[in-house]
């Protein structure tokens, strides 16, 4: 090999690790597709906090809502791929592909994969005045009076949109979408009183009105009970196979972030998964904590993105 072909490559690996060694030297800014204030908001916020102390640059969440996740996830993949712009994806990233694809937005070919950092349990509330005992009470009173029982979500394309349209596939029933797309506080209101069947969403976002009476949980997705609500039934323990959770969070950054960059953030968010305190507010806040590798979290956005195109075909949910 030519000394100046190897002087080159030597360039570059010294200026990879250099690059590896300082950074981040300046503010990183964490894109979030979603408003400030909601249970989606809870997570970023909490790795900027984390990430700002074992850096010591600062780590800001740039709230992007609009589009369904959309806007949000095209701003981060248009960024600079200077390892200083980090997206907290979601599942929408998956579902949005099939029922809301934007132009120009790829999320296999315009993001890089860093770690699945968390899925989270749904709940399944009620009224606390509801008749209903057990989710089979539910889905028989469903089954009787088809398309007459109602859920809440914020919109299509929405975790709890999706989540109870998985529901009503897996337990065999009709329901009648209620979107609430300028925020929870009326859906909150209509749950309470009865005005809405029921509402699947997610836990760490309903966990401080179900501990206060205010609605009734029936149930929670996942493979094993909440440990913020021990008492309440998993859907597997009541006979219904809604073992995955719909919702989970990623951290993603734009195409042709260097290699090095992306290392070090997927280790450092690696310890902080591992921190104790992490872990007991993520049980607080129904979060499971997953950690993995670029390649892992790749694998799963392509099942992702194939199964909410099943579950999208399944219930005639045609791009918006």
Partial sequence: ??????????????????????????????VVPYPAGGSAD?????????????????VLVENRPGAGGNLGAAAAAQAAADGYTLHLGAQTLAVNVTIAPHQGLDPLRDLEPIMLVATAQDVLMLAPTAPYKTVHDLVADAKARPDQLTYASLGPGSSAHLASVLFAQV?????????????????????????????L???????????????????????ARSEALPDVATFKEQGVAMEEEATWFAFFAPKGTPREVITKVNRDVARILAQPDIKARGVTLGYRYIGGSPQELTSFLKNEIAKWAEVAKSANLTAR
Avoid at 42 to 58: N, S
Avoid at 171 to 197: C, E, F, N, W
Avoid at 201 to 223: F, I, M
Wanted: net charge positive.
């Fill in 42 to 58: 809870l997570v970023p916020r909490i790795f900027a906090e984390k990430l700002h102390a074992k850096w010591g640059q600062p």
């Fill in 1 to 30: 090999m030519p000394c100046r072909l190897l002087l080159a490559l030597a360039s570059i690996l010294v200026s990879a690790l250099a690059h590896a060694q300082d950074y981040p030297a300046r503010p990183i800014r964490i």
């Fill in 201 to 223: 969403a997610t836990l760490g976002g309903a966990l401080g009105n179900v501990q206060a009476g205010k609605v009734r949980a029936l149930a929670v997705s996942g493979h």
């Fill in 171 to 199: 337990a065999g029933i009709k329901l009648q979408h209620v979107p609430y797309p300028t925020g929870m506080s009326q859906a909150v209101t209509d749950i309470m009183t009865g005005r809405i069947s029921l509402w």
